[in-house]
């Protein structure tokens, strides 16, 4: 580390826990973020701010006005950008030192397999089950840390499910694919600007945790918000042996 990088990151380097080794690991480090919306915004921020080294964002919407109340990644003047490269410039302006991948499109499986891969944890911050499973899903095949969060209307939720530890539950253990689901969106439910803030900077901490080796991160566990009471609950799951997608591990 440099000069200047001891000082962007001197607060980072002052925590016990933490130190320039831990820096270090997080200047090395390759995150992948699928979207970069409400949740994937408040992460990117967070984990480029903190030193992350190489990040990729993979999204293939455009900003809308509506965006605009919670996904600060984003301003007006970029109304019409894909979202994508619109955080890339954001990300730059913020710490030029973080080298950023727009991925303008939706990752197909081949597509997303090759970027889970060369990943060394995924943040999945998408707001469809289909996509989730199929993060999972490339989690899992590639035995890398996958760190999710939800938000809508006042309620969030974050975990870890962290494929590198042999008895770890995947994403499909706690809530198993199914056609029947209902799917909730921001667009015709709602949500609180401030949650997707909370939900976002959380996966952020969880990231730099997992990357770094520090603490204990939430796997086996979900941390649920209610928002509008703020109040905390925390929900425990186990690997389902029988799971389609991880009881092969």
Same mark, same amino acid.
């Given at each position: 580390?440099?000069?200047?990088?001891?000082?962007?990151?001197?607060?980072?380097?002052?925590?016990?826990?933490f130190g320039i080794e831990?820096?270090? @690991?997080?200047?090395?480090? *390759?995150?992948?973020?699928?979207?970069?919306?409400? /949740?994937? +915004?408040? &992460? %990117?921020?967070?984990? #480029?701010?903190?030193?992350?080294?190489?990040?990729?964002?993979?999204?293939?919407?455009?900003?809308?006005?509506?965006?605009?109340?919670?996904?600060?990644?984003?301003?007006?003047?970029?109304?019409?950008?894909?979202?994508?490269?619109?955080?890339?410039?954001?990300?730059?302006?913020?710490?030029?030192?973080?080298?950023?991948?727009?991925?303008?499109?939706?990752?197909?499986d081949e597509a997303l397999?090759?970027?889970?891969?060369?990943?060394?944890?995924?943040?999945?911050?998408?707001?469809?089950?289909?996509? @989730?499973?199929?993060?999972? *899903?490339?989690?899992?095949?590639?035995?890398?840390? /996958?760190? +999710?969060? &939800? %938000?809508?209307?006042? #309620?969030?939720?974050?975990?870890?499910?962290?494929?590198?530890?042999?008895?770890?539950?995947?994403?499909?253990?706690?809530?198993?694919?199914?056609?029947?689901?209902?799917?909730?969106?921001?667009?015709?439910?709602?949500?609180?600007?401030?949650?997707?803030?909370i939900v976002g900077s959380?996966?952020?901490?969880?990231?730099?945790?997992?990357?770094?080796?520090?603490?204990?991160?939430?796997?086996?566990?979900?941390?649920?918000?209610?928002?509008?009471?703020?109040?905390?609950?925390?929900?425990?799951?186990? @690997?389902?042996?029988?799971?389609?997608?991880?009881?092969?591990?």
């Open positions: 580390m440099d000069d200047l990088q001891l000082l962007r990151y001197a607060r980072h380097i002052l925590l016990d826990e831990a820096q270090e @690991r997080l200047l090395a480090a *390759r995150v992948l973020i699928v979207g970069a919306g409400g /949740l994937g +915004s408040p &992460a %990117a921020f967070y984990l #480029a701010s903190s030193g992350v080294g190489h990040i990729v964002l993979a999204d293939d919407d455009e900003v809308e006005l509506g965006n605009l109340q919670r996904q600060i990644l984003h301003t007006t003047d970029r109304i019409g950008w894909a979202k994508a490269e619109s955080g890339k410039l954001m990300l730059a302006q913020l710490n030029p030192e973080t080298q950023v991948q727009a991925l303008v499109r939706r990752l197909d397999a090759e970027q889970v891969a060369l990943a060394d944890l995924v943040l999945d911050c998408c707001d469809n089950f289909a996509t @989730r499973h199929a993060v999972n *899903r490339a989690c899992v095949a590639h035995r890398k840390p /996958l760190v +999710s969060g &939800a %938000a809508i209307r006042f #309620a969030g939720q974050v975990s870890v499910f962290d494929m590198r530890i042999d008895d770890a539950p995947c994403y499909h253990c706690l809530f198993p694919e199914a056609d029947d689901v209902e799917e909730l969106r921001c667009a015709t439910t709602g949500v609180l600007a401030p949650l997707v803030g959380m996966q952020a901490a969880e990231a730099i945790k997992v990357l770094t080796g520090m603490g204990e991160p939430l796997v086996g566990r979900m941390l649920c918000l209610d928002a509008l009471s703020m109040q905390w609950n925390t929900v425990r799951f186990k @690997r389902d042996p029988a799971c389609p997608v991880c009881s092969s591990r």
